[in-house]
Structures are given as structure tokens and as C-alpha cells.
């Protein structure tokens, strides 16, 4: 069991590029979570998926956001055309299931995106 | 909706002695989890304690412990002999029970913990 995985652990971009993030959740976990936060706040929710099927979607992801997780394993999340409010901390977490003894979310390191 | 406040943005505590950080949540459901994760300096957030609102027993885990007062909606973290290892950032979260159709967590804003030697 090596963890959580998140790359890249950190991204400079420009205002209007695509940027994606890609998540290695730790094997067999069916859960998997993406979470954004800024400084000096706590983690907010923006999807998660249930093996392959994506079951959530926060109103913080916008249109310029799309997130996948091909055949229940890694997941990327993509931002088209960044803008400098999109700089944050990317999390990605992942849990067994959902429930006692399932439920508990291990989070990766995070990407930092800074855009410019 | 659901949510968590966490009124102590920073507490300092020293080394060896017991700190209680503060959670307040507010939700209409009646069957829950609570968390406390806490999240080092450049480091990945882990869980420290977590909590089944159908629990009546305050969960323990070995210096951490969690005063949960359901009808007051308050969920507190008790650090006991405390480390300079447990310098960090703390945070509250609720996780609802039927994590079907919602399994996010919501965290609160967090607290900033200093451990003086």
C-alpha cells in the first residue's frame, strides 16, 4: 500500500491554458475524491467517483472543469482555460467504500496550481 | 446544508500539556460521521479521530480523544501530552451517513496548532 499519488505536485500556468491532474488512488479503493483548497481555508468538495461512475458534482465546478476515472482506477481532472482564481491546492483522497470501517478518506499530497 | 465552524482560527499549546480544539457543526440528519484530520506543514492530510453520531461513547484514540455533545452539535478534539509533532493544522468534518448519494465531506476552516517546547 503506497498511498495516495498526485501529479504533477505542483503546476505554473498561465491564465487561459489546460492543465491536468492526474490521482493514483490506493488499490482496490472504490471512493475516490477531489477536493480544492485555498489558503487559510479547508478542503472543499468538487466530485467523486464510484468506481467508474462519477455520482457528484459540486456548483464550484464549472463547465471549464471535467473529471474522469477510466475503468475505476487513476482519475484526472482537467481545467480548461484557467483563470488566476483557479489557483489552489488540488486534493485527491480516496476511501474503501462508505460506512463503518470503509469510510475513512486518505488524502494524497495535493498538486499546487498557480496560474498567472 | 449542512456545516462546520471551527472558532479558533489559531491555538498554541506546551509541550507535555492538553489542548481542546473546537468544533461546532449544524445539520438536520440524524445519523452522521465526524472527523478531526489533521494536516502538518507541506505534508498530506491524515485522520486523526472519527466519530458515529450513533454513537453515544466519545471515541479514543491513544492521546486524542473527542467530547461529542450530539444535541449541542459540538464535536471537541482533546490532545493530551501534547508533542511538538502535533503542530499543525486541524480540521473538522462531517461526512453524512447514507454516503450513497453524497459522500463528500464538508470541513470546517481549521485550526492552526503551535506546540511550544
Known amino acids: 500500500d503506497t498511498g495516495v499519488s498526485q501529479n504533477p505536485r505542483h503546476k505554473i500556468t498561465k491564465r487561459g491554458q489546460n492543465v491536468t491532474f492526474r490521482c493514483d488512488p490506493i488499490s482496490e479503493h472504490n471512493r475516490l475524491y477531489w477536493y480544492r483548497q485555498t489558503l487559510g481555508q479547508g478542503p472543499e468538495f468538487l466530485t467523486y467517483f464510484q468506481n467508474e461512475a462519477q455520482l457528484e458534482k459540486s456548483r464550484l465546478l464549472s463547465d471549464r472543469f471535467s473529471a474522469e476515472r477510466p475503468k475505476g482506477s487513476f482519475s484526472t481532472l482537467e481545467i480548461q482555460r484557467t483563470e488566476q482564481g483557479d489557483s489552489a491546492m488540488y486534493l485527491c483522497a480516496s476511501s474503501l467504500g462508505w460506512g463503518p470501517d470503509t469510510d475513512t478518506q486518505y488524502f494524497g499530497p495535493g498538486t499546487r496550481l498557480t496560474v498567472l | 446544508a449542512q456545516t462546520v465552524t471551527q472558532s479558533q482560527p489559531e491555538m498554541s499549546v506546551q509541550e507535555a500539556e492538553t489542548v481542546t480544539l473546537s468544533c461546532t457543526y449544524d445539520t438536520s440528519e440524524s445519523d452522521y460521521y465526524l472527523f478531526w484530520y489533521k494536516q502538518p506543514p507541506s505534508r498530506q492530510m491524515i485522520l486523526v479521530i472519527r466519530?458515529?453520531?450513533?454513537?453515544?461513547q466519545n471515541a479514543t484514540e491513544n492521546r486524542f480523544s473527542v467530547n461529542f455533545q450530539k444535541a449541542a452539535k459540538s464535536f471537541s478534539l482533546k490532545i493530551s501530552d501534547s508533542q511538538l509533532g502535533d503542530a499543525a493544522m486541524y480540521f473538522c468534518?462531517?461526512?453524512?451517513?447514507?454516503?450513497?448519494?453524497?459522500?463528500?465531506?464538508?470541513f470546517g476552516k481549521g485550526t492552526k496548532l503551535s506546540v511550544k517546547p
Open positions: 466519530q458515529e453520531a450513533y454513537k453515544q
Open positions: 468534518a462531517y461526512g453524512r451517513s447514507d454516503g450513497g448519494s453524497q459522500g463528500n465531506l464538508i
